[in-house]
Nanobody, 123 residues
Framework: VQLQASGGGLVQPGGSLRLSCAVSERTFSLHGAWFRQAPGKEREFVAAIRSNGATYYTDSVKGRFTISRDNAQDTVFLQMNSLKPEDTAVYYC???????????????????WGHGTLVTVSS
């Protein structure tokens, strides 16, 4: 399974970006997620979406970010609004087949990863 993330770039604080993750396999049975890694920090969970459409977010992005999926396009999206400088990171999309309650935030739950797209929030 190949994943291609896109949509990153430079944006001012308070601005918006929409990340896309194109998946080379039909996504209707897959769970999707976005992680990010800021300079000098470990990779962290951002958001996940189950195959049934249920969504989960880390606290720091709740109310600002929205994860969604379009199974017709085999794509997972991350709409990011009200961006802050601390959102600056390389964003990675991932997909997996297994789901475990309470473990959606763990990178090990996702077998396939994209190469990442850089988001820079700066004035």
């Amino acid at each position: 399974v190949q994943l291609q993330a896109s949509g990153g770039g430079l944006v001012q604080p308070g601005g918006s970006l929409r990340l896309s993750c194109a998946v080379s396999e039909r996504t209707f049975s897959l769970h999707g997620a976005w992680f990010r890694q800021a300079p000098g920090k470990e990779r962290e969970f951002v958001a996940a979406i189950r195959s049934n459409g249920a969504t989960y977010y880390t606290d720091s992005v709740k109310g600002r970010f929205t994860i969604s999926r379009d199974n017709a396009q085999d794509t997972v999206f991350l709409q990011m609004n009200s961006l802050k400088p601390e959102d600056t990171a390389v964003y990675y999309c991932a997909v997996g087949r297994a789901w475990a309650v309470g473990r959606y935030h763990l990178a090990a739950m996702y077998e396939n990863w994209g190469h990442g797209t850089l988001v820079t929030v700066s004035s």
